[in-house]
């Protein structure tokens, strides 16, 4: 067997894996994969991916309580909105300092701003992102989510931060659901219920967001092409929240998403070149960094005062 066929094998082989992995795991097999042996089918991997990820999302709609998600955030709505926004008009100006291309940036501000790789997945055809701005996004989100994990409950213990306190912090601070959710529970049971309260009404911002960014970046003499799979995704989270659906079906449909989510981020890691790399260097890096660590000590500075 001649080397084109056996990293095709491999291509398919991991491919499939990516359903069943966690999706950081899988966006970095996809981008190891790209930067070692190449990638085959990569028109394929292009063209599938959008979507895959289009697809996704909506599915993550069903996840989703539209009540209980806006019940659950009404004390600190002020402070996500300025938070939100915030994080947003910053992220874009630095960008511009850093003379990062203007996508990258937003979709780096985007999952910093609202919930890491679900915001960057749902912005991301919004924009027209190629999947080289898209799996750098990731790959600077998912790198900072895997070390807030650890040390935010160390961080949290140093402080003497209440439960409350670390819940409301985490949820803000910290990009990803599931990280939020992560350190929530090993700093306790609740700080846990905050934080994912929290949390799911900032995930919320992402309908808004899409919709303002498909004005923002429409084509010049062009209209703002509207954002279907978004309107979807608010359809499923509307029926999920009004309709008796039982919950076996929703859970499959949630968990389904989630998995084809995973494998969409191993095609768009495959896209990631050494020359594309070379080309933008570490300011998106940075630039996810210096946006953290701003939201992390101004959101601490507020939740201690």
Known sequence: MNRDKIVKALFVILFVASFFLPPAVALFIGIILSLTVGVPYSKFAKKTSK????????????????????????????????????????GVVLGKLLKIN?????????????????????????????????????ATIFVLNAVALFIFPVIGQM??????????WAAIAIHDTSS???????????????ATTIKLTRALWIIPLAFVSA?????????????????????????????????IITQNIVLVAKR?????????????????????????????VVLWVIISVITLMVVIS
């Open 51 to 90: 979507y895959m990820l289009q697809a996704s999302v909506v599915g993550l709609g069903f996840s989703m309580n539209l009540y209980q998600s806006l019940q659950s955030g009404k004390e600190g709505m002020l402070f996500t909105i300025i938070s939100v926004v915030g994080v947003m008009v910053l």
């Open 159 to 168: 402080l003497e931060l209440s439960q409350e306190q670390f819940g409301t």
């Open 180 to 194: 939020v959710v992560g350190a929530g529970a090993a700093y306790g049971d609740e700080a846990l219920k905050v």
């Open 102 to 138: 203007k996508k990258n940036s937003y979709l780096v501000a985007s999952g910093t701003a609202i919930c890491g790789g679900s915001a960057i997945a749902a912005v991301a055809p919004v924009i027209d992102a190629d999947e080289n701005d898209t799996s750098l996004a990731l």
């Open 215 to 247: 004005f923002i970046f429409k084509t010049k003499g062009g209209k703002a092409s509207i954002p279907w799979f978004i309107v979807l995704f608010v359809i499923a989270m509307i029926i999920n929240t009004y309709l008796p659906l039982p919950q």
């Open 260 to 288: 084809v989510m995973a494998a969409t981020l191993f095609l768009i890691g495959c896209g990631l070149t050494i020359g594309v790399i070379k080309k933008v260097g570490v300011k998106p890096l940075l630039l996810g």
